[in-house]
């Protein structure tokens, strides 16, 4: 196999390994949730033996998840959010996979230790990373970040509109130092907000007469405006509101083994995290210049990066999100969390003829069960039983499909049905399905049986979401500096911080003034 395609794909999908047993170890980088490594193997999910006969049986799952019915409706919260827990994980977690640095080294950059610091966006900062800023003139230009623009294009005044932090520099081609944030237009534009977030605070920052302080400082608004939106707007959004004042109550389990290893649990990364993929929707309409304010498809419109089209900016073809679109009262909806994928994801969308991942048909549904196959991610039994003690206190929680195996069973068999493409895996997925796949089904369940309703994750997904983002947050506690950047965060806001994604974009909409 040609070096630049085996390292696109998941270990699972190289030819060459498809012989090798389960359960696997998981990766470097990685461990199983509530310990410091890795799992007993018992506890991690084996499949049905080999990786072949277990991609078989995958295969059968990802046409079931795009094919199979899917109800009406939407998962009650705005589509933008999905996006912004896109990019959410990209900061909790930055990749090293090949794929996103083929040509070059990865980034050195302590991605691990500092979650929810928006790494994604600064890199190791304006000293060890200068290309990355540069914005404006005068002395605190070294010390803005860079931002890309539209144009120049039909409209005049549009021309100068950021688009996201995409510096014409061949060490940070896309945006900023993370390549995924250019994953599609609109995670991309999240980053330019925040970005310019960062440098309207730098500016308005005016008690701070060193640069370097004055960055700090703007930093830290922008850094607590961030978390402030993760835990008071997103999570809300995601999270059974029992599961989430627990955490709220009582933190992360999983702190104490985040405070001893770098290392990031599977279950987040290769399962729960990878479920948001089934709240896109299969088209968007992305703002009034891009197809005369009328829906895209998801397919056509994740094709449009700065990565996958890097003149589409320069010669007109503006992408500009309009964020009452994506956040707010009048936005268009998420689709519903329930084991169903836009077909789109069967075509590879984001992704040209000659990606590696297009060439193989490893579409992006069955690259999201493969990673679990691979990355050792523990049962649904074991992993209940970590949060058995957790989840087991709430009121009815002995029905909840996650603590009841018997119950669990029937809601997978009901949703296998009479799929003849299932039937010889039919027990084995019944008994012990995939965690990424029982995430969803358990999602989609009613709230009495430890669902979400179709509307947010239900009792597991919720926790295994939070657990990184709970961990995160205690570990970055530093109540001195939250008081400090509280105080700041007056001056660059004029009052009270937004709590709310759409109160963000409202700050640098076109009838704004400020910013």
């Not at 730098?202 to 930093?219: I, M």
């Not at 970590?386 to 709430?394: D, M, V, Y």
Request: charged residues 25%; hydrophobic residues 45%.
């Amino acid at each position: 196999m040609h070096p630049t395609l085996r390292r696109s794909l998941p270990l699972s999908l190289w030819p060459d390994a498809r012989d090798a047993a389960l359960p696997a170890d998981p990766p470097e980088g990685f461990r199983n949730i509530l310990g410091a490594g890795a799992a007993p193997d018992c506890a991690r999910w084996r499949g049905v033996g080999s990786m072949l006969e277990t991609e078989r049986m995958l295969e059968a799952l990802a046409f079931r998840l795009i094919r199979g019915p899917a109800r009406e409706g939407g998962a009650g919260f705005p589509a933008g959010y999905a996006y912004f827990a896109q990019f959410v994980t990209h900061d909790l977690h930055f990749s090293t996979d090949p794929e996103f640095y083929p040509r070059r080294d990865v980034p050195h950059v302590p991605w691990r230790r500092r979650r929810l610091r928006l790494d994604s966006i600064y890199g190791e900062g304006p000293e060890d990373a200068p290309y990355l800023y540069g914005e404006g003139v005068g002395q605190l230009a070294d010390w803005r970040l860079r931002i890309g623009r539209f144009g120049p294009g039909p409209i005049p005044r549009l021309t100068v509109r950021p688009r996201a932090g995409c510096p014409a520099d061949p060490r940070a081609p896309q945006c900023g130092v993370d390549e995924r944030n250019d994953e599609n237009p609109v995670v991309a534009q999240l980053a330019g907000l925040f970005m310019r977030l960062h440098n309207r605070a730098l500016d308005r920052l005016t008690a701070y007469g060193d640069p370097a302080e004055r960055f700090a400082a703007a930093r830290a608004v922008t850094e607590a405006t961030f978390r402030r939106l993760v835990f008071d707007d997103l999570l809300p959004r995601l999270l059974r509101p029992d599961v989430r004042a627990r955490y709220e109550r009582e933190g992360a389990l999983d702190e104490p083994f985040a405070a001893q290893t770098d290392d990031m649990p599977v279950e987040f990364t290769h399962a729960v995290s990878r479920v948001g993929h089934a709240l896109v929707r299969a088209d968007y309409a992305v703002g009034r210049t891009v197809n005369d304010g009328h829906a895209v498809n998801v397919a056509y419109m994740l094709r449009h990066t700065v990565k996958r089209d890097p003149e589409a900016f320069r010669k007109g073809r503006l992408w500009r999100v309009d964020w009452p679109a994506f956040f707010g009262p009048e936005a268009q909806a998420a689709d519903p969390f329930e084991p169903h994928v836009s077909v789109f994801f069967a075509e590879a969308p984001g992704l040209m003829p000659g990606d590696a991942a297009a060439r193989t048909r490893a579409h992006l549904v069955l690259r999201d069960l493969a990673r679990g196959m691979e990355g050792g991610v523990q049962t649904v039994t074991a992993t209940a039983a970590g949060f058995a003690r957790r989840l087991g206190r709430e009121a009815g929680s002995a029905r909840w499909l996650a603590l009841n195996p018997l119950r669990r069973a029937g809601a997978m068999a009901r949703w296998i049905g009479a799929d003849a493409r299932l039937a010889p895996w039919r027990r084995a997925l019944a008994l012990d399905p995939p965690l990424y796949l029982f995430t969803l089904v358990e999602a989609a369940a009613p709230a009495a049986a430890g669902g979400g309703d179709a509307l947010r994750l239900g009792a597991l997904g919720s926790a295994l979401f939070a657990e990184p983002l709970y961990a995160a947050r205690a570990l970055n506690g530093d109540a001195a500096a939250a008081a400090r950047s509280d105080a700041d965060g007056t001056v660059v806001f004029d009052g009270a911080p937004p709590r709310t994604m759409d109160a963000l974009a409202a700050l640098f909409s076109p009838a704004s003034s400020g910013g």
